[in-house]
Nanobody, 117 residues
Framework: QVQFVESGGGLVQPGGSLRLSCAAS????????MGWYRQAPGKQRELVASMGTGPITNYADSVKGRFTISRDNAKNTVYLQMNSLKPEDTAVYYC???????????WGQGTQVTVSS
């Protein structure tokens, strides 16, 4: 079972930027699509960005043009660059491997992102 450790969250003002990192524990990382998810209080967890084993990426409409997902297979790490942050981006952010469109591994502890003035 692959384990994920998310980091890089924090408190940022609207319009600010953060870069999240997700380190995976296993070598199967390079063969799976990866996704960043978020869960805001009282809401369901949602997929915000995903990236296959190649360069193809997909984004939720709410973050398109502001967030960028990338991966470094040599480091078993996936990143999420978040720019022009909005208060509605406030959530706990998680990463996971994706197979057939669904997350397949146990969830990590996530990293809290709070956008507030």
């Amino acid at each position: 079972q692959v384990q994920f450790v998310e980091s890089g969250g924090g408190l940022v003002q609207p319009g600010g930027s953060l870069r999240l990192s997700c380190a995976a524990s296993a070598s199967t990382f390079s063969t799976d699509a990866m996704g960043w998810y978020r869960q805001a209080p009282g809401k369901q967890r949602e997929l915000v960005a995903s990236m296959g084993t190649g360069p193809i990426t997909n984004y939720a409409d709410s973050v398109k043009g502001r967030f960028t997902i990338s991966r470094d297979n040599a480091k078993n790490t996936v990143y999420l660059q978040m720019n022009s942050l909005k208060p509605e981006d406030t959530a706990v952010y998680y990463c996971n491997a994706i197979r057939f469109g669904v997350p397949v591994m146990s969830w990590g502890q996530g990293t809290q992102v709070t956008v507030s003035s």
